[in-house]
């Protein structure tokens, strides 16, 4: 289950800071791990980038005029990228931050899509937080069957 932290810009109304509302997802980043200060380039955070690439290549050229092992030197890149995929929502949480934006809450959820409605049904007026399952698509799936039975053994959950 993906879990998101919901920031909001620091707006005169809140339905404007809900239209500007950024959702980060915690935990792993794939982007971060492969393109290093790219990722933070790709979300527009520019300080933190530069700072990112400075570092990353201080780090290249401090292992190339040193005589380290290939292998140590793999490991040493390695690792910074790991770092890089680890703490790569951090980085962007604190840019945002900088940027005038507030944590507003985490959200849980199975998709990016439930995440928002989650969000926005209780941050609405009027909307309940545990409005119940998402209401079901607009166009259905072909070949999608609907099926009222979930798991192995449904006759075990029916109870007189």
Do not use: C, N
């Amino acid at each position: 289950m993906a879990r998101y932290t919901v920031h909001l810009p620091a707006m005169a109304t809140r339905e404007a800071a809900l239209e500007r509302a950024v959702f980060v997802r915690d935990g792993w980043s794939w982007g971060a791990f492969l393109l290093g200060p790219f990722w933070l380039f790709r979300h527009r955070h520019w300080g933190g980038g530069m700072l990112a690439l400075i570092a990353t290549l201080a780090l290249l050229a401090g292992i190339a005029l040193l005589p380290i092992p290939a292998g140590a030197r793999l490991l040493a890149v390695l690792a910074l990228q790991v770092l890089f995929a680890l703490e790569g929502s951090s980085l962007r949480r604190a840019a945002l931050r900088a940027a005038g934006f507030e944590e507003a809450g985490l959200v849980a959820g199975q998709s990016r899509d439930e995440i928002e409605y989650r969000f926005f049904a209780g941050a609405l007026p009027g909307g309940d937080a545990d409005a119940g399952p998402l209401p079901p698509p607009a166009v259905p799936v072909p070949g999608a069957m609907p099926s009222p039975v979930l798991g192995l053994f449904p006759e075990a959950r029916k109870h007189p």
